[in-house]
């Protein structure tokens, strides 16, 4: 009989989550019937949409989320002992799935999948650049933003997991790069390490004076994960016909009441920007595409990554807490 831990959701989120909102329970499994596999998670993923989505209806049950899972035993023709399968599990350490259900939070499209051959590379990059965020990236920045060389684009959360990939993949197609990040360490690995043009620490400068400095031309292609004033603020500085991504909102994620920014639609008509928002999983029938390209690309040494990784599945909310504080660099992730 094989036991699991699992996190559950112990309250509803007031404000930043606590450690208390959530609660360690243990269950057996079942046996493992006929078309089932049984599996250990090794990575598990900790993102902001469990904090942006409205989970209260989840109260008393496990929490949502995605982990890399090794097959410890199948009674399915597609999975044998030792794959290693994605797959939205939620925060357990064991789980008995059928093999042919798709699952998760919204009911992604994506069933869980054996990883393809990460070429030596950590099984944990497929929570991260070469899984879910990396795609939001590769598919969320190219097919709405169309960026152009030569262009601008402005990124924020961006030493995050998604939005360093965002910024490498615009220097990729020979744009100027501009990102805003929490920190100065931040800030400087952008800079130094990853190439980007021009980064600011949103907590210490003027948005508005960042940008006349670094963009005096204007900004071309803005992938907007934070939302709220500052949003408004670099829209106000595009270009004319200039693209915007609206992936994210963190920047409203944890306040109870939804802060009010400056309205856009003047800007929108006047600038004839074109603003959309997305969900990754649009792009659920080119899946492999996204990882193949951003493996390519980290072959190539043109794409690199960054993992915080907190050890134990006993510290998942405190990963989770950590992420939304901004306490990770690059793609946060809890190793078993
Ligand atoms: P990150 O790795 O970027 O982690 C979250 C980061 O957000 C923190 O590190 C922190 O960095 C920043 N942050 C927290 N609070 C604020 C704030 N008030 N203002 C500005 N920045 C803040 O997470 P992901 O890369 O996984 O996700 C980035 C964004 O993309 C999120 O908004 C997420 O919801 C969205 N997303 C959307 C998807 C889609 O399909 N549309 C799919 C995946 C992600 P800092 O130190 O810079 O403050």
Known sequence: MVKSKKWIMAKVFDGTPKQDDFKLLEEELPPVQDGEILLEGLYFSVDPYMRGYDLSGLVGHQMVGSQVAKVLE?????????????????????????????????????????????????????????????????????????????????????????????????????????GFAGSDEKVEWLKNDIGFDAAFNYKKVEVEKALAESAPSGVDCYFDNVGGEMSSIIMDNMNLFGRVSVCGAISAYNETVKPKATVIQGTLIKKQLKLEGFLVYRWDDRWMEGIKQNLEWIKEGKLKYQETITNGFENMPKAFIEMLEGKNFGKAVIKA
């Open 74 to 178: 199948s009674k399915h023709k597609d999975y044998k002992p030792g794959d290693l399968v994605m797959g939205y599990f939620g925060w357990r350490s064991h789980t008995v799935h059928h093999g042919d259900k798709s699952l998760g939070l919204g009911d992604p499209k994506i069933k869980p999948y054996i990883l393809p051959d990460f070429q030596g590379l950590s099984p944990s990059l497929g929570l991260g650049v070469l899984g879910m965020p990396g795609n939001t990236a590769y598919f969320g920045f190219l097919e709405i933003c169309k960026p152009k060389a030569g262009e601008t684009v402005v990124v924020n959360a961006a030493a995050g997991a998604v939005g360093m990939h965002v910024g490498q993949i615009a220097k990729i197609k020979g744009c100027r790069v501009i």
